[in-house]
C-alpha cells in the first residue's frame, strides 16, 4: 500500500467525515510498536464489547491497516502537518495514546472539542527518570502499569501544585499477552552451561552499552562460547543503522551470533536464558513474562528529568535490579562469564522470587484488558453529554 501526503489529507478528510458516534473512541499509534500496547484493549472493545474505535497511526507499515474490520476504523496520517492538523481539530469523545509530551511539542490537545486524554505505558518503568518532568501534566486519565506509578504521579502533582488525574489501576497488557503466549513454552534450564544463550538488549542513550561497549561485551560471551542474540532497541535501530550494519559484518561469521531486529518478535526471550542490558525496561518484560534472571551492565542513567530526585519514590528501574539479577560495572566486563554462571545456578530460586515481586508490583496481572475496556466504557458514558 503506497502513501503520499496528498492520501494522507484524504485520510485525513475521511476521519473528519464520520458521523461523530463512529469516532467516539480514537486510538492513536505513533509506531508499529503501539499495537503491542493496543490489541489486546482494542479485541476486549470491539469483540467483548462489541464497540466500533478507530485506528489512527502514524506508520504505513501498520498490519491493520491492509486488515479490514468491520469494528475498526484504520487511518494513516504520517508524521507531519497532516499529524498536526489531526490533533488540532480532532473531535472524539476519547483519544488514547501511548506518546508522552502532550502540549509539550507539536502534538498539541484539541482546540474544538473536549477530548478526554488517556495514556498508555508502553513500558514498565517509572515516571520520572527517562520520562520527561511534564511528560504526563496534560493527560486526563493514565492508565498506571502498578502502585508506583500511581504513588509517582501523585508525588509530581503535589511536588508542582498540579490539578490531579485520573489514575486507573490497569497493569501492562504487553505483559499479559507475553505471559498468554509463552507461558506454556518456558523452556527448563540446560545441562551445558557452555551453551547458554545470552540475549543483549540494551536500551537507546548517548552514555548506554550500546554507544560504548556492546563489541567488547559481545567478543566476550562469544568467546567463551555462548550463544548470542544482539536485539538492538528500535531508536538505535533509526539512529545507528551504519554501527549496527558494521557489526554484523564482524559477528555474523560467528555461527553463534544472531541479530534480531524484529522488536514485536520475541521468541528471542523465551530461547534465551539470560539478558544482559544496562536501564531498557525490557529487562522488565524479560524478567516478568519469562521469569529469568538479568545481568544488568551499570553504565551512567538515561535521565530525561533532572529534577527526577525531588520525587520521594526510588525509579523502579533503579530499585529492581538485584532483585531480578545482578549488576556487574562497564570496568569489570571480564567479570561477565563468572555472572552469568552465578545466575543460572540460580535459576529456579530467582524464578520464584521474580514471580512474588511481579504478582505484588503489577496490577490485574492476566486481566488487565477486562479492567481497562471497562474503564474506558466508564469514561465514555461519561461523556455522552457532549454533542459533535
Known amino acids: 500500500m503506497k502513501f503520499s501526503l496528498g492520501s494522507e489529507w484524504n485520510e485525513l478528510k475521511k476521519f473528519e467525515g464520520l458521523k461523530q458516534n463512529e469516532r467516539d473512541i480514537v486510538f ?9 500496547i493496543f ?21 504505513k507499515d501498520e498490519s491493520i491497516l491492509k486488515k479490514p474490520n468491520n469494528r475498526i476504523k484504520s487511518f494513516f496520517i504520517g508524521d507531519g502537518v497532516v499529524r498536526t492538523k489531526f490533533f488540532l481539530n480532532l473531535k472524539a469523545k476519547i483519544l488514547i495514546m501511548t506518546m508522552p509530551d502532550l502540549e509539550t511539542f507539536h502534538i498539541k490537545k484539541s482546540k474544538v472539542y473536549p477530548v ?24 486526563d486519565s493514565i492508565f498506571c502499569v502498578g502502585n508506583y506509578q500511581l504513588d509517582e504521579i501523585r508525588s509530581t502533582e503535589k ?5 490531579p488525574k485520573n489514575l486507573i489501576r490497569y497493569g501492562y497488557s504487553h505483559l499479559d499477552n507475553l505471559l498468554e503466549k509463552y507461558s506454556k513454552r518456558i523452556l527448563l534450564p540446560k545441562n551445558n552451561e557452555n551453551k547458554l544463550h545470552i540475549l543483549l538488549a540494551p536500551s537507546w542513550s548517548d552514555d ?8 567488547k561485551v559481545i567478543d566476550i ?27 554484523t559484518e564482524k559477528f555474523s561469521k560467528n555461527e553463534s ?24 525496561g525490557a529487562a522488565l518484560e524479560f524478567a516478568f513474562a519469562f521469569e529469568k534472571p538479568v545481568l544488568f551492565i551499570d553504565v551512567p542513567k538515561k535521565i530525561n528529568n533532572p529534577e527526577y530526585e525531588k520525587i520521594p519514590q526510588v525509579p523502579i528501574e533503579v530499585s529492581i535490579r538485584e532483585k531480578i539479577g545482578k549488576i556487574i560495572l562497564p570496568t569489570d566486563l571480564e567479570l561477565i562469564p563468572n555472572e552469568i554462571k552465578m545466575l543460572y545456578g540460580q535459576t529456579k530460586e530467582l524464578r520464584d522470587k521474580i514471580t512474588k515481586i511481579r504478582n505484588e508490583l503489577i496490577f490485574n496481572v492476566g486481566e488487565s484488558k477486562k479492567d481497562g475496556a471497562e474503564e474506558i466504557i466508564k469514561l465514555l458514558n461519561e461523556r455522552e453529554s457532549y454533542s459533535g
Open 28 to 36: 492513536y499509534s505513533e509506531n508499529e510498536n503501539s499495537m503491542l
Open 39 to 59: 490489541k489486546s484493549l482494542i479485541s476486549e472493545l470491539t469483540n467483548k464489547h462489541n464497540l466500533n474505535i478507530c485506528y489512527v497511526t502514524s506508520s
Open 116 to 139: 478526554h486524554y488517556v495514556y498508555l505505558f508502553h513500558s514498565m518503568v517509572s515516571t520520572h527518570l527517562i520520562y520527561r518532568r511534564s511528560a504526563f501534566e496534560h493527560f
Open 159 to 163: 511536588l508542582y501544585n498540579l490539578k
Open 208 to 215: 548506554g552499552l550500546f554507544e560504548n561497549i556492546s563489541e
Open 221 to 247: 560471551l562469544l568467546r567463551e562460547g555462548y550463544k548470542v542474540t544482539f536485539r538492538p532497541h528500535p531508536m538505535t535501530q533509526k539512529k545507528s543503522k551504519k554501527k549496527i550494519d558494521r557489526m
Open 257 to 280: 551470533f544472531l541479530l534480531e531486529q524484529n522488536i514485536s518478535n520475541f521468541d528471542s526471550f523465551l530461547f534465551s536464558d539470560i539478558m544482559i542490558t544496562d536501564w531498557s
